[in-house]
């Protein structure tokens, strides 16, 4: 090849050393999977932005480059596909996209840090055969749902977890050697504490981070529905969600009603896990069914790597006036907390709004893979949120211009977030060949004070992203009313 192979390898190494644009890339290439564009449309794409970062290579170059690939390690097309791009590269994107998989796929080339497959050390694999970056860059969401796999830290603080989960009838959390009130800096940290945060600082971190975009791909090439037969579900009244272990499957999902930044807390202000059990309800006791796991998730957010849903979302919103929104309105996101009634006004809810639906494939899931303690099962724990009117009394049976807006931004954000969780488990169902149980709960219907409609919207997303699919799901509610509001709308 001419001079161009050298500007292709170029534009490999420079993503790798500018993650910033490698994740805009990964988050672009997956809304163009979402809008089922061809192989063509996609590496038309990645050539744009090599260009517009200074390197010089056109769609022809890059389908020779990706012959002389095949030609040099003698892989079939198929053997390619499995070794690049897994599971999650199907009919309609294989090709040419083959040559750049590595950063909208990178983890099945990174993984252990081994080749790919063999090359010479001219080639662009050996280029970009790096040590591991970031969080998620490690594992594809397939391989994530597939292999319900606990991370190390998390597994030894579970050791400890366990093993004094019988000292508690209520949660081990509470035990002095378990925990400290670590956002109060005068008590001492604990040396479990101390173990979670050196793992943090090397690199394990508790949450993997997808973008509804990236799920939405994936459930779509995923997808091989049976028309007519619909999911089977049950509504549930009553059970402790501190319990649910002893009663729920191994490796069921579970939805956690939680705060956008995966941690649970009375107000804006944080909590120490030390602290959950005094918040009874649903999201806190979900969470301390596995204390490991949600001490991770404190050690990670000390040190700001925790991710966050919808913040990045909301530093991208600019107002008609040209203002940020989260610069106008301080007060509207703190600590996983959403407060639309800190807007004030009805054109900058109106501009909320209609952003939100055109960015909505960048919100992200947060989820982890958990291990209960006393049972030794695992979950896969789906944080889920709501916006909060806690405090505050809305009257969502009025139909003024600016009723009617918080209802539709509360619906955007939640019926999605339950569509999201719905695909996630017929993604793991088929990527394990068994069925799959999710629980689902009410978000955003207790303290937060959401419009009760928002769950219409979203048991209708849920049935239509299970109809035909062996995933099993339940209901949760505490109390007789609550069931009936799943009654009423299943």
Not at 68 to 73: A, F, N
Not at 129 to 144: A, F, H, M, P, R
Not at 343 to 350: A, G, V
Request: hydrophobic share 35%.
């Amino acid at each position: 090849m001419k001079d161009t192979r050298k500007e292709i390898e170029g534009f490999c190494l420079f993503l790798r050393d500018n993650k910033q644009i490698l994740k805009e890339l990964k988050n672009e290439i997956a809304q163009l999977k979402y809008d089922l564009l061809d192989e063509d449309d996609i590496n038309r794409h990645i050539i744009s932005t090599a260009k517009e970062n200074g390197f010089n290579f056109t769609y022809e170059d890059l389908k020779d480059y990706e012959k002389e690939m095949q030609k040099g390690k003698e892989l079939s097309d198929e053997q390619l596909l499995e070794i690049v791009g897994g599971s999650s590269i199907r009919k309609s994107i294989a090709g040419g996209l083959l040559s750049l998989i590595t950063f909208i796929s990178p983890s099945s080339m990174l993984a252990n840090n081994m080749h790919a497959y063999a090359a010479s050390n001219n080639t662009y694999v050996t280029c970009v055969n790096v040590e591991k970056t970031d969080n998620e860059d490690q594992i594809d969401l397939n391989s994530y749902l597939k292999e319900a796999k606990i991370s190390e830290a998390q597994e030894k603080a579970f050791e400890i977890t366990n093993k004094l989960f019988s000292k508690t009838l209520s949660n081990v959390a509470q035990l002095h050697e378990i925990s400290s009130y670590r956002y109060y800096k005068i008590f001492p940290e604990t040396e479990l504490e101390k173990q979670l945060d050196s793992a943090v600082e090397n690199g394990d971190l508790p949450i993997k981070e997808f973008t509804l975009g990236q799920i939405n791909s994936e459930a779509k090439l995923n997808e091989e529905k049976e028309n007519g037969k619909s999911p089977e579900f049950k509504i549930i009244k009553g059970i402790d969600a501190l319990k649910l272990s002893e009663t729920a499957d191994d490796c069921s999902i579970v939805q956690v009603a939680s705060q956008f930044n995966a941690l649970e807390s009375v107000s804006t202000q944080p909590s120490a896990v030390k602290e959950w059990i005094y918040d009874n309800t649903q999201g806190p006791r979900a969470s301390l069914q596995s204390v490991a796991a949600a001490k991770h998730r404190e050690a990670a957010h000390l040190q700001n790597e925790l991710p966050d849903a919808i913040q990045g979302v909301l530093e991208k919103c600019i107002l008609k006036d040209g203002n940020n929104i989260l610069k106008k309105y301080p007060g509207l996101y703190k600590n996983g907390y959403l407060q639309l009634l800190k807007i004030d006004s009805i054109e900058d809810l109106q501009s909320l709004k209609d952003f939100l639906i055109s960015n909505i494939n960048e919100f992200k899931v947060l989820s982890q893979w958990v291990k209960c303690e006393g049972t030794g099962k695992k979950q896969l724990q789906v944080f889920s949120a709501a916006p909060s009117f806690q405090g505050a009394y809305v009257d969502w049976n009025k139909n003024d211009n600016k009723t009617k807006l918080l209802k539709e931004i509360c619906d955007v954000i939640v019926s999605n977030e339950y569509k999201s969780i719905a695909q996630i488990a017929a993604i793991r169902s088929e990527q394990i060949g068994e069925p799959v149980s999710l629980h689902l709960t009410l978000i955003g219907q207790g303290v937060f004070q959401n419009p009760p409609e928002i769950i219409k919207s979203s048991i209708e997303k849920v049935k239509q992203e299970l109809k035909g699919t062996n995933v099993k799901f339940y209901l949760h509610g505490w109390s007789e009313k609550d069931c009936q509001k799943w009654e009423k709308y299943m």
